[in-house]
């Protein structure tokens, strides 16, 4: 729609830059000029012969008059008019339908503004992904605060020193030799933390952190496979070794605690391959609409172990993306693979309302609901989620327990068009719903209903 509807508008800027009345053009491709008036206005369609005569006429290719604009910048228009009036401008008037209906001919007009006000808008959700990650991090990561006390200590320790030093002018050679040095260490010290600690923010300065706990090594060496390991899939016995060693090798996980991580993951992954091998799995997966309840009774398999199957299948072929994330039983997120408009926090807590948090609540019973996660352009999910017992049960003996939620994008059918939807968020801090009954503390970012 969006060629057909921009095609007059490219029309009539074309002939307008070539200085030509709208009869001499009318004259040259034989039609009457109120014709072309009302092609010019978008009042009627064109193509065929008609659309290469004009073309002609206009000293361009047809091309040029019926793809004009790319559907991307249209759509792009469309999303930014959709999410609104941004905070601080309550005043500006909503955009209303007559306007929306007429997008396309504003980005076949004024091509260089439409690419202009789409990309503001790209670096505009860009900033935001940036403060909600920053965010994050100044408020949970434990590393970070460890690595401002230093520095503080460091700063104190240089001015304590310089106060002797400037107080005591008479000091005796030797100790005045040893402040000097202290100085010197201390300053030393400081120099190094504040490069570290920029190095460090510079890794989790976007949207895409770099990894600072093993968990995150893991995660990150997970990710750049597609978190799905195909050395494992065929008789995948005494591989995890040497995939670990591998990456190992190759600076991907290097700490002894990243290693365990990872070879307990991937032992995971190898016994939940052979127990539904892939070729078989994703052929009942896709005939049974990625439902993990049907899957996990034809495998005869717990439902947890057909969650993480699915989010283990290769992205080529899927309807959407499949994210999958777990918690322990105190609701700290042990693993996380994501999905494009499902942020999860590195640090900290989630939002309350997840499913996943739901499981927890009532133990081996299978939770299920549709979810829209806020934002500037909110997406709803299919979620399913189940908590369970880990580890040999025994009388007197702690029990714990470990929760996964499954996530399947609008592409996988069903979401958009559900009656009841969970609304829900990231995390409290960042979140933009103030009515939420779950919220902690106020969030810092724009508000919304």
């Known amino acids: 729609m969006a060629k057909s509807v921009l095609t007059g508008s490219r029309i009539r800027a074309r002939r307008a830059d070539l200085g030509l009345k709208q009869s001499e053009l009318a004259e040259r491709v034989g039609i009457s000029p109120s014709y072309l008036n009302l092609i010019e206005h978008n009042r009627r369609r064109i193509g065929g012969k008609l659309l290469v005569s004009l073309a002609r006429a206009l000293d361009t290719e047809p091309v040029a008059l019926s793809e004009g604009a790319e559907t991307a910048l249209v759509d792009a228009l469309r999303e930014a008019a959709v999410e609104g009036p941004r905070e601080g401008l309550a005043a500006q008037p909503a955009m209303t339908a007559e306007e929306l209906d007429r997008v396309e001919e504003f980005a076949g007009r004024f091509p260089g503004w439409a690419a202009l006000l789409a990309e ?134 290097r700490g002894e605690a990243s290693q365990a991580m990872a070879t307990a993951q991937l032992e995971r992954y190898r016994a939940d391959a052979e127990a539904m091998p892939l070729g078989t799995f994703a052929e009942a997966a896709h005939e ?108 007197g003996a702690p029990q714990v327990f470990e929760a996964h939620m499954l996530l399947l994008d609008e592409g996988f059918g069903g979401a958009r068009e559900a009656q009841q939807v969970l609304e829900l968020g990231t995390s409290c801090r960042i979140c933009p719903r103030e009515a939420c009954p779950a919220r902690r503390e106020p969030s810092i970012i724009g508000r919304q209903g």
């Open 120 to 253: 503001t808008r790209a670096r505009v959700r860009e900033a935001e992904r940036s403060v909600e990650a920053l965010s994050d991090r100044l408020s949970h990561d434990p590393h970070l605060s460890a690595s401002l006390h230093e520095m503080l200590s460091s700063v104190t320790a240089i001015r304590s020193t310089a106060a002797i030093l400037a107080d005591t002018p008479d000091l005796d050679r030797d100790w005045l030799n040893r402040f000097h040095r202290n100085i010197n260490d201390d300053s030393a010290r400081l120099a190094e933390s504040a490069e570290g600690l920029v190095r460090y923010l510079d890794d989790g300065g976007s949207a895409d952190a770099g990894a600072g706990t093993p968990q995150e090594e893991v995660e990150g060496w997970l990710a750049g496979q597609g978190f799905h390991i195909e050395a494992l899939e065929v008789g995948g016995a005494g591989r995890t070794e040497r995939l670990v060693q591998e990456a190992h090798a190759a600076g991907q996980l």
């Open 288 to 395: 049974l609409g990625y439902d993990p309840g049907p899957l996990a009774a034809r495998f005869q398999q717990p439902v947890e172990a057909v969650l993480r199957r699915l989010a283990s299948l290769p992205r080529d072929g899927l309807p959407g993306e499949i994210g999958l994330v777990g918690c322990d039983g105190s609701g700290t997120l042990t693993f996380r693979k994501p999905v494009s408009g499902f942020p999860m926090p590195r640090f900290g807590a989630a939002c309350a309302l997840w499913p996943l948090y739901a499981a927890l609540t009532r133990p081996t019973l299978p939770v299920r609901a549709v979810v829209e996660m806020a934002g500037r352009s909110p997406r709803r999910f299919t979620a399913f989620a189940i908590c369970r017992p880990v580890g040999e049960t025994a009388f």
